[in-house]
């Protein structure tokens, strides 16, 4: 168990509404990351953060904005949601690359579920 | 444009047998790989994970093996049981083991490993 919680977990929105997801880490790991899974795609980086404030786009960032305020709470947010971001997404952490072990992978959390129609 | 690849959907394999997944990737400069085991409706688990600087990562029944002029990884499981049936996922980044930086991670859309019994 990773320490990470994710809420909501299942989520069904209308077309236009605005959606926040929220991940929280009890790890006070300094790296924060969303992903989306989709089929034939694996999981893709949305955004990232290095720090409180402080964050950076990934591989699919477009239609997304996130907000780091705490270490240990990272929120990603849909402003206008469309049907296709319809997607299972997931928070990840970790600590500096060599920093110790753990800093040599990331850990996820168990997803949430987002059914935009 | 995907940088890593898993060719091959699905795999089934008897229980006590092998399981080899295959992985190729494209982009040279990458220098990390893991191994993320993933049931359905939960977050994935980091499995296994190999540097560039080796060609063979071994742990339990778990065994990666790095081919770095060919592009290609593949996961050895030995023996196979019911309970490894799962999606996995291979992944790779920049960095290596030492660069202080985030593990941003580019990964493969998945190989759904079924172990019969």
């Known amino acids: 168990d990773a320490g990470i919680t994710q809420s909501p977990r299942h989520k069904v929105t209308e077309t236009g509404t605005p959606v926040t997801l929220r991940c929280h880490q009890t790890e006070n790991h300094r790296y924060m990351y969303w992903y989306r899974q989709d089929p034939g795609h694996g999981l893709r980086l949305i955004h990232y953060?290095?720090?409180?404030?402080?964050?950076d786009k990934g591989e699919v960032s477009d239609g997304y904005s996130v907000s780091r305020s705490k270490t240990e709470d990272f929120l990603l947010t849909l402003e206008s949601a469309t049907s296709s971001q319809t997607s299972v997404y997931f928070c990840?952490?970790?600590?500096?690359?060599?920093?110790?072990?753990?800093?040599?992978?990331?850990?996820f959390g168990e997803g949430s579920w987002l059914t935009v129609v | 444009d995907q940088q890593v690849k898993q060719n091959s959907p699905s795999l089934s394999v008897q229980e006590g047998r092998i399981s080899i997944l295959n992985c190729d990737y494209t982009n040279s400069m990458f220098d990390y790989f893991l191994w993320y085991k993933k049931y359905p409706a939960e977050g994935p688990t980091f499995l296994i994970s190999?540097?560039?600087?080796?060609d063979k990562n071994e742990d339990g029944r778990f065994t990666v093996f790095l081919n770095k002029s060919a592009k290609h990884l593949s996961l050895h499981i030995v023996p196979s049981q019911p309970g490894d049936s799962a999606v996995y996922f291979c992944?790779?980044?920049?960095?290596?083991?030492?660069?202080?930086?985030?593990?941003?991670?580019?990964f493969g859309s998945g190989t759904q490993l079924t172990v019969l019994p």
């Open positions: 990840a952490i970790s600590e500096p690359v060599g920093r110790d072990r753990s800093g040599n992978t990331i850990y």
């Open positions: 992944a790779a980044s920049q960095g290596g083991i030492s660069s202080g930086s985030a593990r941003q991670l580019t």
């Open positions: 190999i540097s560039s600087i080796k």
């Open positions: 953060s290095y720090g409180v404030k402080d964050t």
